[in-house]
């Protein structure tokens, strides 16, 4: 595997599970894999798991790591191609990028989508440079409008809580909140579970349909009760619209998943990527009852970075 940007870099789903799955079992048996290669993690926005995640999942491979919060530390970045530089940015993508593939083996990436220009984000035009210009493999840590280390992690998860030969059912809900969010995680979720051995429903308000790319094909139930009914997962996820781009159409008062809801389900797990604003898009009584995989969830986020990296870096060679 060269890049990791979204599920189509994969060419067999089952077997990337599988080998996360491996991986948890014996998570240091390919640690002479990563001996004097480096990681390169660069954040042009906040993080916790993805980059801890990432960054055990490297040293577990016998990587060295090196991380940079561009946002906070490096100097502003210019993307625009061909333009006079005499305002806010210093340095321009392709410079920066080309550089940094000067120091690393490979190089992760988090660049959220700004939600003012659609097609701008759409584009993944932050992504698609550092592909054009690093010179190295890329990583998505969550680009524009995919979050794929966070899919197959919930697709690991998924796995983990389904009796074998059961496909489950999941629903994918929106939830409310109070600022434009991306609509990556979401985008990435349908994308795999429409892949996946799984029936996958979505719901949300009207107004909040994803971009048709990532839902052709699947069932979109705007009565969030009747979406429930017999899940067996439930994915609890804000997004922003699409339509009416990075806008908050409404503050989703009764979307919010509690027990009540929680009834109407075949005892469903609860699924969150984390981070989630508690009484707002998820309820305390489930984060903190039995049916939270929220957790678990995270954990394998570790186990999915370490079997990209270990595909990466086997295709270094
Ligand atoms: C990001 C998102 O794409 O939903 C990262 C999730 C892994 N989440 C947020 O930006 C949440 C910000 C907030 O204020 O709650």
């Keep these: 595997m060269k890049n990791y940007t979204s599920v189509h870099d994969v060419a067999d789903i089952q077997a990337l599970v599988n080998e996360a799955l491996e991986l948890k079992k014996s998570p240091y048996a390919h640690k002479e894999l990563g001996v004097n290669k480096t990681l390169g993690l660069i954040f042009l926005n906040p993080s916790l798991r993805t980059r801890l995640s990432t960054q055990k999942a490297a040293i577990n491979l016998g990587m060295n790591v090196m991380v940079m919060n561009m946002d906070k530390e490096g100097w502003a970045l210019e993307t625009q191609d061909g333009v006079v530089m005499d305002g806010a940015t210093v340095e321009h993508i392709k410079d920066a990028a080309a550089v940094m593939g000067q120091y690393c083996d490979i190089i992760g990436l988090r660049s959220f989508p700004k939600l003012q220009n659609r097609e701008e984000d759409y584009n993944e035009e932050i992504l ?140 469903a797990k609860v699924m969150h990527c984390l981070p989630v604003r508690r009484g707002l898009e998820l309820s305390h009584e489930i984060l903190d009852g039995p049916n939270s995989l929220v957790v678990k969830e995270a954990a394998n986020r570790l186990y999915a970075a370490q079997a990209v990296l270990k595909r990466q870096l086997e295709g270094l060679k």
């Design 128 to 267: 698609n440079k550092f592909i054009e210009y690093a010179g190295v493999p890329i990583l998505s840590l969550e680009s524009a409008t995919r979050h794929p280390l966070q899919s197959l992690a919930d697709l690991i998860t998924i796995q983990e809580h389904t009796p074998a030969g059961k496909r489950p059912k999941v629903v994918l809900t929106w939830a409310p909140h109070i600022k434009p969010i991306p609509q990556c995680v979401a985008n990435s979720f349908a994308e795999w579970m429409s892949m996946a051995d799984v029936d996958l429903v979505i719901t949300h308000p009207k107004g909040y349909e994803l971009a048709p790319e990532f839902t052709e094909g699947t069932t979109i139930e705007h009565d969030q009760d009747k979406a429930l009914e017999g899940a067996d997962f439930v994915y609890v996820k804000n997004w922003s619209s699409y339509e009416q781009y990075g806008k908050v159409l409404s503050d989703g008062k009764g979307w919010m998943m509690t027990n009540e809801k929680l009834s109407l389900t075949n005892d």
